[in-house]
């Protein structure tokens, strides 16, 4: 049975910390993702944060 587009929403919403380490370009697939613990999707995330700001910077000096 396939799942509805509001429970799709919501699982999407519930995992956002995972999703968007996925779909960044940061090459982190699925397995990755599998070894990871909550700590490790933070640090993840924060850095992805991080590095967005310094390519912000970096584009905005150009």
């Known amino acids: 049975m396939t799942i509805s587009k509001r429970?799709?929403?919501?699982?999407?919403?519930?995992?956002?910390s995972?999703?968007?380490l996925l779909l960044s370009d940061m090459s982190i697939?699925?397995?990755d993702l599998f070894?990871?613990?909550?700590d490790d999707l933070a640090e993840?995330?924060?850095a992805l944060?991080?590095?967005?700001?310094q390519q912000?910077?970096?584009a905005n000096k150009k």
């Open 29 to 31: 697939t699925y397995q």
């Open 49 to 53: 944060d991080i590095y967005q700001k």
């Open 56 to 58: 912000e910077r970096a």
């Open 44 to 46: 993840a995330n924060a």
């Open 35 to 38: 070894l990871m613990d909550d």
């Open 18 to 20: 995972q999703w968007r």
């Open 7 to 16: 429970e799709a929403n919501r699982r999407a919403n519930e995992r956002w």
